[in-house]
Nanobody
Framework: QVQLVESGGGLVQPGGSLRLSCAAS????????MAWFRQAPGKERELVAS???????NYANSVKGRFRISRDNAKKTIYLQMNSLEPDDMGVYYC????????WGPGTQVTVSS
């Protein structure tokens, strides 16, 4: 059973930065594509960024050039560096496999406000 635990969220002013982390259990972490998702109030959960086991990355158009996903297979952790944050980036951020195979973790709240 893979468990996912997100961290690093918080309150930041527009234009600020945050770095999210997602620690995963499970022995197959290094060979699966992982992703960050977010859910804003009243909206469906959406894909933000993904990274394959070969470190190929993909981003939602709304975050391209501002966010960067990375992974450390030795630590079974993925990261999301978020720069130039905007109010539209607010929401709860979750990690999962890119195919959403695992139970969702608690997520981490990102609030962008002055």
């Amino acid at each position: 059973q893979v468990q996912l635990v997100e961290s690093g969220g918080g309150l930041v002013q527009p234009g600020g930065s945050l770095r999210l982390s997602c620690a995963a259990s499970g022995s197959i972490f290094s060979i699966i594509s992982m992703a960050w998702f977010r859910q804003a109030p009243g909206k469906e959960r959406e894909l933000v960024a993904s990274i394959t086991h070969r470190y190929d990355t993909n981003y939602a158009n709304s975050v391209k050039g501002r966010f960067r996903i990375s992974r450390d297979n030795a630590k079974k952790t993925i990261y999301l560096q978020m720069n130039s944050l905007e109010p539209d980036d607010m929401g709860v951020y979750y990690c999962n496999s890119a195919s959403k195979s695992y139970d969702w973790g608690p997520g981490t709240q990102v609030t962008v406000s002055s």
